[in-house]
């Protein structure tokens, strides 16, 4: 038996789900109900080991048969005097509150208890619940066996309340995550459960706890309104209103805290008894609609190590959004897409991660002859709700000769920005040599701020506008090569497309491999340098005379990657080069058969056999259309290889901007603005500039704003958000899992060719790369380009989110690992040790054991 605040980490499969929550409430500081558990072991103890294998027709007998006696009795009886009356008995099962499994309202629960033998009883009917016909089918359906619910009995002090209910810390209809739903009713809240009355209704910003809307049902002589189909107007008499706006106030306030402290959107059980609020349950929003959702919003290509993969902070998303709802509008006004004087939002932060306006987008696209609506969703990873292909813009003469203006203009946006482009890059490197050699110490508060303000608002909008460009050049030269792709192999050409687009000029991005590869030969006959790796001490490696050299060099050069490079508040290598240690050290206990440069050479076979395909089927009298096809391939394949050129000087510009940001964050953290210096990634740029810029700011307001950011970000901060949103999508929280222990084989995106089998290893965080051996099959979320040395490693990659063009498909593609991208719930679906085959020619990923 355990008390819940005695109640530890490791205690669930005793305790089950719903105590264990509970006690992590109360040790929070949360007003929980005092109570105590009758653990699983105990209550086996009590009905018999036997139960558990018996027909349903012997289990209740069974339990009656084995009564609660000697000390065991003792001591909930002890308990139940340190309670007091009244009590409820409520389940605690170990598989219940879970992702698409909650065993809502399965299981029996003993209200009013006010005698010793009532409690006991109740000990019995609650035990026995878990083996009704209801719960049996319910589990059953979830693919959950008896044996694993592991029940326990929880004993709480049962409040009587004047009001309770249920508040929902995100509106569960419309899909507003600002926006806290409170449903309340008069006495306990079984009646609200069971659908007998009708709640009074509360709106509240979530963030600001204003009251935006009030729905009550009682009538001016103080009658709560009942529903029923059998007396609709049946009514129970209030004295007063159900909750002030005191209570509503501190109620919404309690239920940010929890949703912080979860990380997710909750569905919080509470009860109000003399002007107290009780905090009786909370577990995930199961379910959540878009109905408030105008249009349709994707994360697609800012989640695969971009600025959608975590919560995003203020900062980062300031100085994107900047970039983003200017670079948008002006690339598709200048290819004649949307008209000069178009007014659309082209992004929005939903569940604090970005999505972008993929209806506007795909509403501008349709415009081209050959779009295929969904090319654009799988190059992308967007999930498809449709039939078939979608839009289609077929090539008519009709739709060539009104798309004539689009396409030329298109054909200049190629050439002219990759001559911008080339022409920022250019610009920022110049600036970085400077800004580099700068000490920024030494600078007065009006230059660190005249630089700053120069560093965000030019520098940093230029290269990446020009970056953003260019990766819609790519998306656009893509969506023209396939069709033509397509339509040659209607032909019976039989090409295959990853192939095609492999094997091009050395990445930015991997060449760090290269060079830690290298590294890695020339220690290992150092006996002394192997062994100081291997300890892993970072100022021993430093100090060493031969590590400390190459290590130094290859952060001089590469120290500006990062294992997130879009989060600022991550150090990069050059300031913890910890990642670029552990990754040497494991390069350096491979033998020579795993040189990454080996690959290329294989990808150049494959390319070469594909275009030897090409030109047998463009022979003859196809030669003109084999140019035509052969200058869309070169160029989606250029725009391939630029792009990712293009985003490690972005990159490089993100350290630059951290670098100086921590300087002015220093400052600011010195007069007292800040509580230390990286908090200020949790104010926008702009509300930095306005500080620095303010000769009295007001240091309370400051650090209010801070911790509403912060209090937005951590509430969702484990949340496995939507990729899309909008009317045609919902989100269901596990929707999948109830499939995941049957089906053997799981299907994405092919994104990089070839076949491999191997153990998984499923990652989800970077910090756990460690755990990788060689050979393992990578599973995770997604990548980022601070993980490209980890490559190496792996013969097979999949992750759940990504598309042909992501950085993890290209990288994949260099690598030569076969790699399924988009695999819905993977690092869920699949286990640790498993063997599995990555397809990455068809997207099949098979469990073999």
Not at 28 to 53: E, M, Q, W, Y
Not at 205 to 232: C, Q, V, W, Y
Not at 486 to 494: E, L, Y
Not at 621 to 650: N, P
Request: net charge positive; with cysteine.
């Amino acid at each position: 038996m355990k008390w819940l605040k005695d109640i530890q980490e490791n205690d669930i499969s005793e305790v089950g789900k719903k105590a264990f929550e509970l006690a992590r409430l109360k040790r929070s500081g949360f007003p929980v109900p005092d109570a105590f558990v009758i653990t699983h072991s105990t209550c086996l103890k009590i009905f018999s080991n036997r139960i558990g294998d018996s027909n349903r027709a012997d289990v209740n007998r069974l339990i009656e048969e084995n009564a609660v006696t000697g000390n065991i009795v003792d001591r909930i009886l002890r308990g139940f005097q340190r309670l007091g009356p009244p009590i409820a008995v409520r389940s605690s099962a170990v598989k219940e509150d879970l992702e698409g499994a909650s065993f809502a309202g399965q299981f029996e629960t003993v209200l009013n208890i006010e005698e010793k033998n009532a409690l006991l009883q109740a000990v019995r009917t609650c035990f026995a619940s878990q083996f009704s016909e209801r719960v049996r089918e319910y589990a059953g359906r979830n693919k959950i066996s008896l044996s694993e619910l592991k029940l326990s009995v929880l004993v709480q002090k049962q409040v009587t309340p004047e009001a309770s209910g249920v508040l929902f810390t995100v509106n569960p209809v419309t899909g507003n995550d600002r926006e806290m739903v409170v449903e309340a009713v008069s006495g306990l809240g079984e009646s609200l459960v069971a659908g007998k009355v009708l709640p009074n209704r509360y709106l509240l910003d979530g963030f600001s706890g204003r009251i935006t809307h009030r729905e009550l049902h009682f009538d001016p002589a103080g009658s709560f309104i009942k529903s029923g189909a059998d007396n609709p107007t049946e009514r129970i008499q209030l004295s007063t209103p159900l909750l002030d706006d005191k209570i509503l106030h501190t109620l919404g306030k309690m239920a940010l805290k929890i949703q912080a402290l979860y990380g997710s959107p909750q569905d919080i059980e509470w009860a109000v008894s003399d002007s107290r609020i009780h905090i009786l349950q909370s577990r995930p929003i199961t379910t959540i609609n878009y109905q408030g959702v105008a249009g349709e919003w994707t994360t697609a290509d800012f989640r695969d190590g971009g600025v959608s993969s975590e919560a995003v902070t203020p900062f980062m998303w300031s100085l994107y959004e900047h970039v983003w709802e200017a670079a948008v509008p002006s690339y598709l006004k200048a290819i004649c897409l949307i008209s000069r004087n178009s007014n659309i939002q082209w992004s929005k932060v939903f569940f604090a991660r970005p999505y972008w306006n993929v209806g506007a987008i795909k509403e501008a696209l349709a415009r081209l002859p050959g779009y295929k609506e969904s090319n654009f969703d799988r190059d992308l990873g967007i999930e498809i709700t449709y039939e078939g292909d979608g839009v289609v813009i077929p090539f008519k003469i009709q739709n060539i000769l009104r798309a004539i203006p689009v396409i030329l203009a298109l054909e200049r946006m190629y050439f002219r920005q990759t001559l911008r482009t080339r022409k920022a890059v250019r610009k920022f490197e110049e600036y970085e040599r400077e800004l580099m050699a700068e000490d920024l110490s030494a600078l007065k508060n009006d230059e660190l701020t005249a630089l700053f303000v120069s560093l965000v608002h030019q520098h940093h909008f230029e290269l990446e506008t020009a970056y953003f460009k260019t990766v819609f050049n790519t998306s656009n030269a893509r969506l023209d090569f396939k069709a033509a792709f397509d339509s040659a192999n209607k032909k019976g050409a039989g090409l295959e497309y990853l192939p095609l687009i492999t094997a091009l000029m050395p990445l930015k991005t991997i060449i760090p491999l290269y060079e830690l590869w290298k590294t890695s030969r020339r220690i290992r006959t150092d006996l002394n340098a192997m062994e100081v790796l291997a300890a892993g001490n970072t100022e021993a490696v430093l100090a060493h005379p031969i590590l400390g050299k190459e290590l130094k060099n290859f952060l001089r050069i590469y120290g500006h990657h990062s294992t997130r490079e879009l989060d600022l508040r991550v150090a990069r290598w050059r300031e913890d080069p910890g990642f670029v240690i552990e990754t040497l050290r494991s390069y350096s206990m491979l033998d020579d058969d795993n040189n990454p440069q080996r690959q290329a050479k294989s990808n150049n076979e494959l390319y070469k056999k594909e275009m030897e395909k090409v030109r047998r089927f463009y022979s003859g009298h196809r030669i003109l259309k084999r140019a035509l096809f052969m200058r869309r391939l070169d160029r989606v394949r250029f725009l391939t290889w630029y792009k990712e050129e293009v985003r490690d000087q972005s990159t490089r510009m993100y350290g630059l901007i951290r670098k100086v940001s921590l300087e002015v964050g220093r400052r600011l953290t010195q007069k007292g603005f800040l509580s230390q210096p990286d908090h200020i990634f949790y104010l926008t740029y702009q509300e930095v500039i306005a500080i620095l810029r303010d000769e009295r700011p007001d240091p309370k307001a400051i650090r209010q704003r801070i911790e509403a950011n912060q209090n937005y970000m951590f509430s969702f901060r484990n949340f496995k958000n939507p990729n899309e949103v909008g009317q045609r999508w919902q989100y269901q929280h596990g929707k999948l899992e109830k499939q995941a222990d049957v089906k053997k084989v799981f299907r994405g995106i092919p994104c990089a060719q070839g076949k491999a089998a191997g153990r998984v290893r499923v990652i989800q965080d970077i910090n756990q790369s460690g755990r990788l051996q060689p050979g393992d099959i990578l599973v995770t979320r997604f990548t980022d380009p601070g993980w490209t040395p980890l490559f190496s490693l792996l013969s097979g990659v999949i992750t759940e989110t990504g598309g042909i063009l992501s950085h993890a498909a290209v990288i994949a593609r260099e690598y030569g690992v076969p790699a399924v991208l988009a695999v819905q719930n993977a690092t869920r679906k699949l286990k640790d040790n498993q063997k599995v085959i990555v397809n990455g020619n068809n997207g099949e990923v098979q469990i073999l054991c």
